[in-house]
């Protein structure tokens, strides 16, 4: 039961959804993809040179906060499904700008979704509407457990509370109008292309610079984490298998501690660097805690695993070895990424 025709893919320059349009445009050649994306610092067309010329790919570029162009590009291209990615995605920022992820997250799923209802208005038949959401959306595991599909949302930063708020309103267009949605909620990811502000790919480039390695608190806080290319199966999975109206959690049952993943990543490079054991976890530096840091997040996946058949392909410490590989090879991407605005919002964040 393949959905022919044309797919909306958002946010595909950013780091997970160029996965994912990456492994639809390899995979569905039926498909035509189209890429909707405003390339804000976190998108990146580089991330996708390998099939741009490929003939089923289109790139749009286009702010999802524009409602009478969402309208517009809907009426063009007769969209059979929409992959919905595009997001501000940096709760560090959200800190900082709450509004901005208000804008996009909010305020743009809603013009997305109210876009598909007026496009598909004569039948929803046939047609797909996937929100890509995250595990914050419920809050802190301070007690143990894991993360079910019913689990209550408890959303603690402006970032988390804007997914959850786009959430929300994807589910209430089912709900209300019968638009045929379907969401799922992952751990964090890692891998290629993952923007050098977050932990793993901010820790690569800092060992291999010589330079610190900023910590929060005492690097207590547990996450679980999922190779990317596994994230963008998973979404392949739910597109294709995903039950209408249902959610799915999506994670690697992978949980660790910060400063274990810190510590991991000073082995893997110390090895790759030929430097002597030890000599990066000398870089560790711990600096103050971010506000209303969540401590634990877990995700329990079996629904995905059980009633579609997806499960995770690599194991954490194959997965990071790739993910240096992969950094250490392609230093040019690197070297772009963090040259101008990174950097000031680097000194800015850890000076
Ligand atoms: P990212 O920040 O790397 O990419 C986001 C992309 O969206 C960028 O290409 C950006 O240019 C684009 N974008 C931002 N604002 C836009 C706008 N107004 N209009 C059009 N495009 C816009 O993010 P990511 O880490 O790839 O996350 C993608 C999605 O997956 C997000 O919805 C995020 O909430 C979700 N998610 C991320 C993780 C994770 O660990 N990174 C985990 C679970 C869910």
Known sequence: NKI???????????????????LFVNKYPEYTIYNLDKLTYAGNLENLKDIDQ???????????????FLQKLFALHNFQGVIHLAAESHVDRSISNP???VMTNVVGTVNLLNAAKTAWKDSFSGRRFYHVSTDEVYGSLDHGGFFTESTPYDPQSPYSASKASSDHFVRAYYN???LPVVVSNCSNNYGPNHFPEKLIPLCINNIKNSKPLPVYGKGENVRDWLYVVDHARAIDTVFHQGVIGETYNIGGFNEWKNIDVVRLLCRVMDKKLGRAAGTSEQLITFVTDRAGHDLRYAIDSHKIMNELGWKPSLQFEEGIEKTVDWYLSNEEWLAHVTSGDYQKYYEGMYK
């Open 4 to 22: 022919s025709k044309n797919i909306l893919i958002t946010g595909g320059a950013g780091f997970i959804g160029s996965h994912v349009v990456r």
């Open 54 to 68: 490929a003939p089923n790919y289109r790139f749009v570029k286009g702010d999802i906060t524009d409602a009478d």
């Open 99 to 101: 509004m901005e992820f």
């Open 176 to 178: 209300t109008y019968k």
